[in-house]
T-cell receptor, first 115, second 109 residues
């Protein structure tokens, strides 16, 4: 039990649609990062939010966007879905920019299928 | 070439065997994480290392910064250890984690 919950756990969309994935972190965890994990691959960093502002971004196009809210929840939005967006989307939270200290907590992920 | 490489990609062991999973990286790092991912997808953080060695129960993780190499050892392996083990590094520049592709471990009773 990591204290990080993601919703929905599974969803199916069609190409061109938009999707919003949600992540609820532990109280006090003001850093959240999002990852995309294709089948059989390691997670790829999408972006990170710290105190409600984006402070790092991986090699993903602008149609991947996010929000972080004061209540330690966050969203990943993907517009104009493409087939290759089918993947497991993971969020991870930590207290402060703490990925140097090992205090990193992952959710169970949202599995997105784009048809 | 990936900046983080793991070996082996797949590993099958009998219960009780000693297991070693390796991680090599090609960039300067400030920290290395070992993570465990079960079939449902959720990831659990096992260790964070910046030098030396850490032990937690039957798990031991070591890192050699000069050789850019880390190992995860499992002693007295058990079927419940079956999972994907992922190595991830935090580069010296930047805050993001870069992940290996994982090692899929199956421990047979």
């Amino acid at each position: 039990e990591t204290g990080v919950t993601q919703s929905p756990t599974h969803l199916i969309k069609t190409r061109g649609q938009q999707v919003t994935l949600r992540c609820s972190s532990q109280s006090g965890h003001n850093t959240v990062s999002w990852y995309q994990q294709a089948l059989g691959q390691g997670p790829q960093f999408i972006f990170q939010y710290y105190r409600e502002e984006e402070n790092g971004r991986g090699n993903f196009p602008p149609r991947f966007s996010g929000l972080q809210f004061p209540n330690y929840s966050s969203e990943l939005n993907v517009n104009a879905l493409e087939l290759d967006d089918s993947a497991l989307y993971l969020c991870a939270s930590s207290r402060g920019l703490a990925i140097d200290t090992g205090e990193l907590f992952f959710g169970e992920g949202s599995r997105l299928t784009v048809l | 070439k990936n900046e983080v490489e793991q070996s082996p990609q797949n590993l099958t062991a009998q219960e009780g065997e000693f297991i070693t999973i390796n991680c090599s990286y090609s960039v300067g790092i400030s920290a290395l994480h070992w993570l465990q991912q079960h079939p449902g997808g959720g990831i659990v953080s096992l260790f964070m290392l910046s030098s030396g060695k850490k032990k937690h129960g039957r798990l031991i993780a070591t890192i050699n910064i000069q050789e850019k190499h880390s190992s995860l050892h499992i002693t007295a392996s058990h079927p419940r250890d079956s999972a994907v083990y992922i190595c991830a590094v935090k580069k010296s520049s930047g805050d993001k984690l870069t992940f290996g592709t994982g090692t899929r471990l199956a421990v047979r009773p």
